[in-house]
């Protein structure tokens, strides 16, 4: 066997709660452990990370990781710590979804070797759907007690919060039952001892132990991992513009590049632990170079490369790295022209636009009619040639005077022009 699965997950920060005599399970020989996935989009999001994480680690560990992606489940919805149910998916949408999750897991886990802990993706919608609610009452349901069922925190929580418009449906009641029998399921055909999740799954987890004690008449086992807090009390793995996504055309690599980038420096040492698989001496050194140097950012930087040429690619977090930089960089006008339209507008998110036609450039375009008459980007054209006489615009961040006329040799892309005003505005035109 490999590195100790368990103690890599305390030094790691990634481990809440484990059943005891988990450990000396995995000592005795290879395990199969499973992590369920919500398949109600066709990309993961950074939430999924930690379990991502964990399914890694444990492959690395000489284990055999199983990715389930709940078709079934997804239809319910999960009641942990969420106030509404999800929607009903048709099972061409999950297959479509399920084949994207698949190929954003490969990023992190082995599915195509011959090894003996290759990975396995289950879709739980399989053995599900042919399951009658008869059969489940009579084959699961009868071995676990309504009591036992409204003691977990899940239901309890959901419950309390009951009103006229709230509360929770039998449909999400029965969650943790659906989610039992899967282990239980696993634990048949796969040989899977083993269920992990964040540590608001344990009561559905442990549902799932107690059905393979039962029904199985074995042992099953639980591990969960904390949820991620962020340090200022925010919500983890949201930005914005809602879910940081792992597929680029939801969140693009410049933005998720730039999620981890902007990591406090508490969050970062946390971070960095939990999701790159560097060893514990090198992030050791790389703490203590952080410390020495805070405002070099070293945490945050060897964070957010690792993870997003992990998610991404190696090519992908050059470019990221590199528009980062960019407004910073000495041969500025040189470097903007190698960023494609979509990094471009992602690094200049949320600057004044001003659309110009093209036409406008035959003759050349005077600055006073690009800064004010023709973009307002300034309040009068009078304001516009005080700033030209104190030498504060510039021009894709070289300096310019009165007599500057813009032209199409000024264009970024074909169609761009960026325009400050001393160093705090920034505007963009834009030729249609």
Known sequence: MGKNFVEELKWRGMLHQDMPGVEEHLAEAMRSAYVGFDPTADSLHIGNLVPIMLLAHYQRCGHKPVALVGGATGMIGDPSGKSSERNLLDEKTLRHNQEAIKQQLSHFLDFESDAT??????????????????????????????????????VRNRISGESTNDGMSFTEFTYQLVQGYDFLHLYRGHNCTIQMGGSDQWGNITTGTELIRRIGNGKGFAITCPLITK????????????????DANRTSPYKFYQYWLNSSDDDAEKYIKIFTFLAESYID???????????????QKRLAKEITIMVHSK?????????????????????IKTLDEKTFLDVFEGVPQA????????????????????TNFLSSNGEARRALKENSISVNKEKVKEDYKLSSDDLINGRYIILNKGKKNTYIIKVI
């Not at 340090?231 to 792992?246: A, M, R, Y």
């Not at 790389?286 to 140097?293: D, Q």
């Not at 659309?355 to 023709?374: T, V």
């Open 285 to 299: 050194t790389l703490i203590s170079e952080h410390a020495e140097a805070r405002h070099l950012r070293v945490l």
């Open 355 to 374: 659309e110009i036609a093209i036409s406008d450039f035959d003759e050349g375009l005077d600055m006073i009619g690009a800064l004010s008459a023709k």
């Open 117 to 154: 802990n290759a990975a396995v993706l289950v879709n739980n919608y399989d053995w599900m759907k042919e399951f009658s609610f008869l059969e489940f009452i009579r084959d699961v349901g009868k071995h676990i007690t309504v009591n036992y069922m409204m003691a977990k925190d899940s």
């Open 315 to 335: 090519e992908e977090f050059e470019n990221a790295e590199k528009a980062s930089n960019i407004l910073f960089s000495k041969s500025f006008k040189e470097d």
């Open 231 to 246: 340090s200022d009390g925010s919500k983890f793995g949201k930005s914005e513009g809602g879910n940081v996504w792992l």
